[in-house]
């Protein structure tokens, strides 16, 4: 098959074109409305100062591409995913591309593979390729040189279909010799085929693998499609919304202590924003239903540029696709401590930006030759249905294009011809000449050539190997001669030994990771690690604390503690140390008050909650008596920063650990007498966190401590705020016994926390009576406390009747019930109220009242648990866990839904503007640099509060940092999932949602 040839004139367009961003003056060559054909293609982008882009390849000799592999022989490999997004059925390919006129671009394609369902990733391995395609890893090989692989081997099963930018996908060969993928699919259980082993879920993390020893587990954080490393190895990841971030700590280290349940594992490295402006050029830009205009939205394919044939400042960027506007966009990286930072190459533009919709990059390529290779999907729609209006749906579009797809080299401007393809050698390469691509510039190079040397176990190449590693003026070649040693099994502790004190930090950080695999066999490698404590360079110490987490010896621990203490302030230093298994948390924590609970800033307080979660997840009562004893002093307000902090992590870990039962009851009375300190607010907040975990206390003690807060409730002398505090400890006890007083408390005179927090404690009791009373205070309460009431209202059909009544006379406004709540009313399940409700309020979203209506069906049919599962990991699982696991954490864990009834579900599922979920009220947050994010809050602390975004991240934002912050009044979660889910399925969804 012939593609149009993409040689000279493309080159010739590309130079005169983009000079300095202008325009093309051959107007043959110029397309002026999308779809546009490959040859005038090019006339559509703009690209930064300094580079070139060309035509590499284009349909018909490829379609639908997403990702590329080139191999030592200089063959290029495709995958072709024309199923995306939802088509199965074996459409999928692997192109092998060649030139066969020898002018460096390809011009003939051939079938490597065929019948992939979805293939999403490719990596050549051995004499053949590996080739992600859910549920499957393959691989596939050629043994008769024909250009088609007649060997088909699953290596690995068991990754979960579902979302299909979630499932695994792009392979990549890493710097310590395992096999990396992008993963997010949580119910997926992978194992090597026809080898017994553990049955045990992935999770939502992204996964590492060695085929020839079986072995696989999981990363410590996800990427969606697509993921990087930089040149040592640290691995860099992107999301739908994050378009860049860094996974610092390994999932090995935060494993072996199993109370870390919430330990975190990226860093939000962006100092733009993890949601951040673009500048598309699109002419006609199509964005559909939940596009963030102007904003990331789509990011994928993140490329951390280390092919050495750019200009100096281009090494370690980063390259992200942004389908959804057109472009791909850059970011410089920097060390920054710990972690890292990304930085905007340009302002106010992009490096890359196409005036054509239909460019749709979603990934790059480094080759051989130091160029940049962009794969261009080219598709006039780039979103999955669940994210399209139902006018682009029947419009019949959503595979236009998928005819079409292009692969672009962009490179320094003057280049010239690629002229690798077909014309390497390095497969019949002497090892000893390998060795020495070890520190090529180029990581093509670098890479290909130890896995050569890996794949070959070729013993001779140790000697030149140590050498290299010795005396290599390149820190990646002194690195890669390291790990390919120890892929070797030829790694000496000696030359580990040696390389613990090379000049650079990079190559310390890397071989203090290989001294950690001879610690418990080689003393002298210990030593030598204890006396790298005063390390210059952050990331050498973070790795330092980190390995000697493995040790359990009197030296280590006495060089863990001071490495930790000496940078208390590093909450990744914190992780370090917190993740050694065998910790005394009572010890710590005594530590702590010696040393840090009169310094109040943001990293004591972080270490303080931390070590109260541990405390709170392992629920020893002697540990949680130590820290509740160590509260004696709390009538001092220079203590409440850290006694806050440390209750807020005792709740935190309270809530996510086992039932603590009644071992821990005796905790109730002091915190319970800390929930009513004048003057401490934000302690008295943490301690109805832990009450509301344990309980309320009872007995005499507890009788006294409720007669107290009645007391503060009642004194109209008492601060406002401490009165509100003090009706939520009587509503923890039981409102019923404080009708009386709560019902007083809602007057003119009260001020309006006292009000609004005694009507949101009259909704705990039953009886249309509250109701009455509340409707006969109406007119006399303000809009904040009407708002509180109406809660109350609303808690049971009696009252709601009443309010309902009470908007049809008039003497309750249709406004005062909330949209959301309106919603609620409208589909009740009562009938008469239901209707009452319609005719009362109106009915702003008939269409999706009448989609729940018919999907009413499913509580009829006999659902499928295991079919539900299916439906449950296409369409729930990118946003939701169930049981804490089988998918990402941003919304609410679904089992938590199993006892709701049908109607309620299907309200959940398909109007779910209706009511958003208590604490996962969207937040849209300004800091004080501008830059934004969106999130649900997970916590908050005096000092600081943590937002989660859809893809799982979470971030920490100083509250001296916030600008400004301001509730989303619609819910993350799409309406039109009953485009994607039948009656039948919806009904195979609630039977598996109810059977967890």
């Given amino acids: ?33 999308s779809p546009c054909e490959p040859d005038k293609a090019i006339s559509t982008f703009e690209i930064a100062e300094g580079f070139q882009i060309e035509l590499f390849a284009s349909e018909p000799l490829i379609q639908d591409p997403v990702g590329l592999d080139v191999d030592e022989m200089g063959r290029i490999y495709v995958v072709q995913d024309p199923g995306y997004p939802e088509k199965l059925g074996g459409y999928g390919t692997i192109r092998l591309l060649e030139d066969t006129t020898g002018d460096g671009f390809p011009d003939q394609s051939t079938i490597f593979a065929d019948s992939l369902q979805a293939p999403r990733g490719v990596m050549r391995w051995k004499q053949g390729i590996l080739v992600t395609d859910a549920p499957d890893i393959i691989y596939f090989e050629d043994t008769t040189g024909d250009g088609k692989a007649d060997l088909k081997q699953v290596i690995m099963s068991g990754f979960a279909r579902g979302n299909p930018q979630l499932g695994i996908n792009t392979p990549k060969y890493g710097l310590d010799n395992w096999i990396y993928a992008a993963h997010r699919m949580g119910s997926s259980r992978p194992y090597f085929k026809d080898q017994p082993g553990e049955d045990r879920l992935a999770g939502s993390s992204n996964i590492r693998f060695r085929p020839d020893s079986f072995e696989w587990e999981s990363t410590s954080s996800a990427s969606q499609f697509g993921h990087t490393f930089d040149a040592f190895g640290r691995p860099l990841y992107a999301a739908w919304n994050n378009h860049v971030y860094q996974e610092v700590i390994d999932s090995k280290y935060l494993r072996r202590n199993p109370d870390l349940l919430v330990a975190p594992s990226t860093a939000n490295i962006s100092d733009h924003g993890s949601v951040t402006d673009v500048f598309p050029i699109t002419k006609d830009p199509r964005h559909e239903l939940f596009t963030l205009e102007g904003t990331t939205t789509a990011t994928c394919g993140i490329k951390c540029y280390l092919g050495g044939a750019f200009p100096p400042e281009y090494h370690g960027v980063t390259f992200v696709a942004e389908p959804a506007h057109n472009l791909v966009h850059a970011d410089r990286i920097i060390e920054d401590g710990t972690t890292l930072t ?240 065998g910790l005394n948390y009572s010890s710590l924590f005594d530590e702590a008050l010696s040393r840090f609970s009169n310094q109040e800033n943001n990293g004591h307080q972080t270490y303080f909650e931390r070590l109260g979660m541990l405390i709170g997840v392992r629920q020893s009562p002697e540990e949680v008596r130590f820290l509740i004893d160590s509260l004696s002093d709390f ?183 909330s949209p959301a709540q309106t919603n609620r009313l409208m589909l009740h399940s009562d009938n008469e109220l239901r209707l009452n409700a319609q005719n009362l309020l109106g009915l702003p979203d008939v269409p ?25 990991e296409r369409a729930c699982a990118m946003c939701h866990q169930i049981n804490g696991e089988d998918g990402v954490p941003f919304g609410p864990d679904l089992a938590g839904s199993r006892s709701s009834d049908t109607e309620s579900l299907l309200v959940s599922i398909l109007m779910p503007n209706s009511e958003i979920a208590a604490g996962y009220q969207q937040w849209n947050v300004v800091q004080s640099d501008g830059s934004t994010l969106q999130g649900t809050i997970v916590s908050e602390s005096p000092g600081s509060v943590t937002f989660r975004n859809p893809a799982g991240q979470e971030t920490t934002i100083s509250r001296g940092n916030i600008e400004s912050m301001e509730a989303m009044q619609e819910s993350a979660m799409p309406e039109g999932l009953e485009q994607q889910i039948s009656v039948k399925e919806m009904a195979d969804l609630i039977s598996f949602i109810k059977n967890q």
């Avoid at 999706?848 to 449950?872: F, I, K, Q, T, W």
């Fill in 635 to 817: 009538e001092s307000s220079e203590n409440s920063w850290w006694q806050a902090a440390s209750l807020n992590g005792l709740a935190d870990g309270l809530r996510r650990g086992d039932d603590p039962g009644d071992s821990i009851y005796f905790v109730r009375e002091t915190v319970a007498a800390i929930s009513l300190l004048p003057d401490e607010s934000t302690l008295r907040s943490a301690a109805r966190q832990v009450l509301a975990v344990v309980g309320a206390p009872d007995g005499d003690a507890g009788d006294l401590i409720f007669r107290q807060a009645e007391e503060i409730a009642s004194d109209r002398n008492e601060d406002a705020d401490l009165r509100r505090d003090a009706i939520g400890l009587l509503e923890l006890a039981g409102s019923n016994h404080y009708e009386n007083l709560l019902t007083e408390l809602i007057h003119p005179r009260e001020p309006a926390p006292v009000q609004e927090a005694a009507a949101r404690a009259l909704r705990h009791i039953d009886g249309g009576h509250i109701g009455e009373f509340l409707l006969s205070q109406w007119n006399r309460m303000t809009p904040s406390v009407q708002s509180a009431a109406m809660e109350a209202l609303l808690e049971d059909d009696e009252r709601i009747a009443l309010v309902l009544d009470a908007v049809e006379q008039g003497s309750v406004q249709r406004s005062a019930v």
């Fill in 1 to 33: 098959m012939k593609s149009i040839h993409p040689g000279s004139l493309n080159l010739f367009a590309a130079i005169l074109c983009f000079g300095i961003f202008s325009s093309c003056s051959e107007s043959s060559l110029i397309c002026e409305t």
């Fill in 848 to 872: 999706r009242s009448e989609v729940v209506a018919r999907y009413m069906e499913a509580e009829d049919l006999e659902g499928n648990p295991d079919r539900g599962r299916a439906v449950y």
């Fill in 342 to 581: 990304a930085q905007r190459m340009h302002e106010d533009r992009e490096f890359l930006a196409s005036t054509d919709r239909w460019f749709r990059p979603v990934n790059s390529y480094i080759g051989p030759d130091g160029a940049l290779y962009v794969i261009d999907y080219y598709r006039e729609v780039i979103e999955q249905p669940r994210f399209l209006s139902e006018e682009v749906l029947e419009a019949g579009i959503l595979y236009d294009g998928s005819d079409r797809g292009r692969i672009y080299r962009i490179t320094a401007k003057g280049t010239e011809s690629p002229s690798w393809p077909g014309q390497l050698n390095l497969g019949e390469t002497e090892s000893s000449e390998l060795v020495k691509y070890l520190e090529h510039e180029n990581i093509w190079w670098r890479r290909t050539a130890q896995r050569l040397l890996v794949d070959r176990r070729d013993v001779t190449s140790a000697e030149p190997l140590e050498q290299l590693a010795i005396s290599s003026t390149l820190p990646e070649g002194r690195s890669h001669a390291l790990w390919t040693l120890n892929g070797l099994d030829a790694l000496t502790p000696s030359l580990i030994g040696n390389m613990l004190s090379d000049s650079s930090p990079r190559v310390r950080e890397q071989a203090i990771r290989l001294a950690e695999l001879h610690l418990h066999d080689n003393t002298s490698l210990a030593a030598q690690l204890f006396e790298m404590e005063n390390d210059s360079d952050p990331r050498v110490r973070f790795q330092l604390l980190a390995t000697l987490g493995e040790l359990d010896t009197d030296e280590a621990r006495r060089v863990r503690e001071n490495l930790l203490y000496e940078h208390i302030d590093d909450e990744w230093m914190q992780m370090a140390a917190l993740s050694a298994p």
